[in-house]
T-cell receptor, first 115, second 110 residues
Framework: SQTIHQWPATLVQPVGSPLSLECTVE??????LYWYRQAAGRGLQLLFY??????ISSEVPQNLSASRPQDRQFILSSKKLLLSDSGFYLC??????????????FGNGTRLTVT | QKEVEQDPGPLSVPEGAIVSLNCTYS??????FMWYRQYSRKGPELLMY????GNKEDGRFTAQVDKSSKYISLFIRDSQPSDSATYLC??????????FGQGTRLTINP
């Protein structure tokens, strides 16, 4: 069966510091990968998605970037964190190459607090 | 008008009650409908997924889609305290084009 891992679970970082969040998927090949942010009282906001190694689509212009160095690895980064980057970051995957309507499967998220 | 509207609640019901959670949407091109359950400090867990009008049942959960009214529902029968969570609807044209509702916070009281 497929599993998705995200780490760390919680992170407290000062303003201006760099960020690296990592996500890996097991049990499937060439998944579509996603980064979402969930702010309190708001829905999930899609930040980036990737359909293959090195292929990144950005949905929201911001202080963050994403990379996919390996087939099942997705990384969310920032060079300098802002207070507004605080939130709950979720990685997700879906089947690729099959039905466009494949549902999303989420990891357990990273709660980021920028101080 | 938001693309997907979901009553944020909170909703509190006694154990054993039937729970009804709802979302409306505005884009008639949306054809995929999902419900997720999210426990505190955890990621959303897929509960139900459908792409057609009508009902889909899975154990105590029933998902209902009415495309003509742009309205979807999730029913929980014989609700349990372990069902206490936030429920999110997700509607769109596919995994890359999903719009999420704000989530409804549900509490089942023993």
């Amino acid at each position: 069966s497929q599993t998705i891992h995200q780490w760390p679970a919680t992170l407290v970082q000062p303003v201006g510091s760099p960020l690296s969040l990592e996500c890996t998927v097991e049990g499937t090949s060439n998944p579509n990968l996603y980064w979402y942010r969930q702010a309190a009282g708001r829905g999930l906001q899609l930040l980036f998605y990737s359909v293959g190694i090195g292929q990144i689509s950005s949905e929201v212009p911001q202080n963050l970037s994403a990379s996919r160095p390996q087939d099942r690895q997705f990384i969310l980064s920032s060079k300098k964190l802002l207070l507004s980057d605080s939130g709950f970051y979720l990685c997700a995957w879906s089947v690729s190459g099959g039905p466009y309507n494949s549902p999303l499967h989420f990891g357990n998220g990273t709660r980021l607090t920028v101080t | 008008q938001k693309e997907v509207e979901q009553d944020p609640g909170p909703l509190s019901v006694p154990e054993g009650a039937i729970v009804s959670l709802n979302c409306t949407y505005s884009n008639s091109a949306f054809q995929y409908f999902m419900w997720y359950r999210q426990y505190s400090r955890k990621g959303p867990e897929l509960l139900m997924y459908t792409y057609s009008s009508g009902n889909k049942e899975d154990g105590r959960f029933t998902a209902q889609v009415d495309k003509s009214s742009k309205y979807i529902s999730l029913f929980i029968r014989d609700s349990q305290p372990s069902d206490s969570a936030t429920y999110l609807c997700a509607i769109g044209q596919g995994a890359q084009k999903l719009v999420f509702g704000q989530g409804t916070r549900l509490t089942i009281n023993p």
